[in-house]
């Protein structure tokens, strides 16, 4: 078993140099877009790059997660990080005041926000965690869910939660992800919460607003649980189950 420690020492070991090198020039973008208004406050940085070094994981998992279910898609190093969704679709976002957003808080964004929206083109837009309009957004959802939407307004037209016009939600890819995430089997990742065991999965769903908030969530969950167990235990996935979580 590992420490917290020992882990974080794991995790930046097996992202390549490049990466971790672009993760940097992210960081710069980003906290010279915050100076000009057009991104959020940045965080501190060993903090998010820690962060984004849980996010780049996590698509690497999730790649092949949907492998081992015989679904594959190139999850890794897109997956939360290099999405893309028509600029319209952010926009239409933006805009929404459905009863659904609103009981969401999704309709809470920042200026800054509704500026850097207001001046996307017609192309297709970054909604993941490598735009850096985005990126420190990504970082405080999760530690402020009562505070603005930013970049979960853009980000939720991803395929894996709620799509948009041209792009129709990939259910299982769904599943997978909100099993990860709200279980959570990531340790201080996108909620900033302790890693979870999965022998809490099944009490976890019946709790829980993503997971519980479909029959077929909830069943899909319970399904494809034994899979994703044998594809981190296996070496395929981040080994989660080395991490000793009683010395954090």
Same mark, same amino acid.
């Given at each position: 078993?590992?420490?917290?420690?020992?882990?974080?020492?794991?995790?930046?070991?097996?992202?390549?140099?490049?990466?971790?090198?672009?993760?940097?020039?992210?960081?710069?973008?980003?906290?010279?877009?915050?100076?000009?208004?057009?991104?959020?406050?940045?965080?501190?940085?060993?903090?998010?790059?820690?962060?984004?070094?849980?996010? #780049?994981?996590?698509?690497?998992?999730?790649? @092949?997660?949907?492998? @081992?279910?015989?679904?594959?898609?190139?999850?890794?190093?897109?997956?939360?990080?290099?999405?893309?969704?028509?600029?319209?679709?952010?926009?239409?976002?933006?805009?929404?005041?459905?009863?659904? %957003?609103?009981?969401?808080?999704?309709?809470?964004?920042?200026?800054?926000?509704?500026?850097?929206?207001?001046?996307?083109?017609?192309?297709?837009?970054?909604?993941?965690?490598?735009?850096?309009? &985005?990126?420190?957004?990504?970082? %405080?959802?999760? &530690?402020?869910?009562?505070?603005?939407?930013?970049?979960?307004?853009?980000?939720? @037209?991803?395929?894996?939660?709620?799509?948009?016009?041209?792009?129709?939600?990939?259910? &299982?890819?769904?599943?997978?992800?909100?099993?990860?995430?709200?279980?959570?089997?990531?340790?201080?990742?996108?909620?900033?919460?302790?890693?979870?065991?999965?022998?809490?999965?099944?009490?976890?769903?019946?709790?829980?607003?993503?997971?519980?908030?479909?029959?077929?969530?909830?069943?899909?969950?319970?399904?494809?649980?034994?899979? &994703?167990?044998?594809?981190?235990?296996?070496?395929?996935?981040?080994? #989660?189950?080395?991490?000793?979580?009683?010395?954090?």
């Amino acid at each position: 078993m590992l420490s917290c420690a020992d882990f974080d020492r794991l995790l930046l070991a097996t992202v390549p140099d490049a990466t971790l090198a672009s993760f940097e020039r992210l960081f710069d973008e980003a906290e010279a877009l915050a100076r000009r208004g057009l991104a959020g406050d940045p965080p501190p940085r060993k903090a998010w790059r820690a962060h984004l070094i849980r996010a #780049w994981h996590h698509a690497q998992d999730m790649d @092949a997660f949907m492998a @081992a279910l015989g679904s594959p898609k190139e999850l890794a190093g897109v997956h939360d990080l290099a999405e893309v969704a028509p600029s319209t679709a952010v926009r239409h976002n933006l805009a929404r005041r459905d009863a659904f %957003w609103v009981e969401a808080g999704l309709h809470r964004v920042s200026p800054w926000y509704a500026r850097w929206v207001s001046g996307l083109g017609d192309d297709d837009v970054c909604i993941g965690y490598l735009n850096p309009h &985005l990126a420190a957004s990504f970082y %405080w959802r999760g &530690l402020r869910p009562e505070g603005p939407a930013d970049a979960s307004s853009a980000h939720l @037209a991803s395929d894996h939660h709620l799509g948009h016009g041209a792009s129709r939600i990939d259910p &299982l890819e769904f599943v997978v992800n909100a099993v990860v995430h709200q279980l959570p089997r990531e340790h201080f990742g996108v909620h900033h919460r302790p890693l979870t065991s999965w022998s809490s999965l099944r009490s976890t769903v019946g709790r829980d607003p993503v997971l519980s908030s479909a029959d077929w969530v909830l069943r899909g969950a319970l399904a494809v649980a034994p899979v &994703l167990i044998g594809v981190e235990r296996s070496g395929h996935a981040t080994p #989660w189950h080395r991490l000793d979580v009683s010395r954090w």
